[in-house]
T-cell receptor
């Protein structure tokens, strides 16, 4: 049982480049989300989705786009990378939309923007 | 007041010690409360949910005080393997979905032999 799979695990980008972080889950969860984790800041919600075709912004959405064409996949796109986007990115999924339930996280993507 | 506030530590304790972590949250409408554990350079994983009546899972006890908007985690008989960062988590309503989680910055625990 794979759970939540994120790729790549590591990435170095140059300022201005774009890229897509991939996230897939095989638990048939409706709710998926992206967080970034920075030293001293904790995990902050970037975007989330409550089902295929439905996405919304979290706390720190600027510079990122998401889409949800299937229940399984929730990619995060960096439009024009900036050094401030250097961070560890986690994708998560959970079962319930009504009440918060256990979130299952991917292993993370360590992104460095130079 | 920050949405979820924790003492960052680090807490350095000997094996066998009892250690307590505290957390306060600002949104009185929050309905769901959790403690997650995050090992160094790993993803967070659920340690336990926190219920109004308090709950226990082996050496771990979680308490919730809604009136004071306060959550606690007690670890008894600490093991070396308990060394990690403990994240206090509450839910928040973004755009009508109660499923969003707000994470505290975490409390780092180091258990020494």
């Amino acid at each position: 049982n794979a759970g939540v799979t994120q790729t790549p695990k590591f990435q170095v980008l140059k300022t201005g480049q774009s890229m897509t972080l991939q996230c897939a889950q095989d638990m048939n969860h409706e709710y998926m989300s992206w967080y970034r984790q920075d030293p001293g800041m904790g995990l902050r919600l970037i975007h989330y989705s409550v089902g295929a075709g439905i996405t919304d912004q979290g706390e720190v959405p600027n510079g990122y786009n998401v889409s949800r064409s299937t229940t399984e996949d929730f990619p995060l796109r960096l439009l024009s990378a900036a050094p401030s986007q250097t961070s560890v990115y986690f994708c998560a999924s959970s079962y319930s939309l009504i009440l918060a339930t256990e979130a299952f996280f991917g292993q993370g993507t360590r992104l460095t923007v130079v | 007041r920050k949405e979820v506030e924790q003492d960052p530590g680090p807490f350095n304790v000997p094996e066998g010690a009892t250690v307590a972590f505290n957390c306060t949250y600002s949104n009185s409408a929050s309905q769901s409360f959790f403690w997650y554990r995050q090992d160094c350079r790993k993803e967070p994983k659920l340690l336990m949910s926190v219920y109004s009546s308090g709950n226990e899972d082996g050496r771990f006890t979680a308490q919730l005080n809604r009136a004071s908007q306060y959550i606690s985690l007690l670890i008894r008989d600490s093991k070396l393997s308990d060394s990690a960062t403990y994240l206090c988590v509450v839910n928040k309503d973004y755009g009508g979905s109660q499923g969003n989680l707000i994470f505290g910055k975490g409390t780092k625990l180091s258990v020494k032999p």
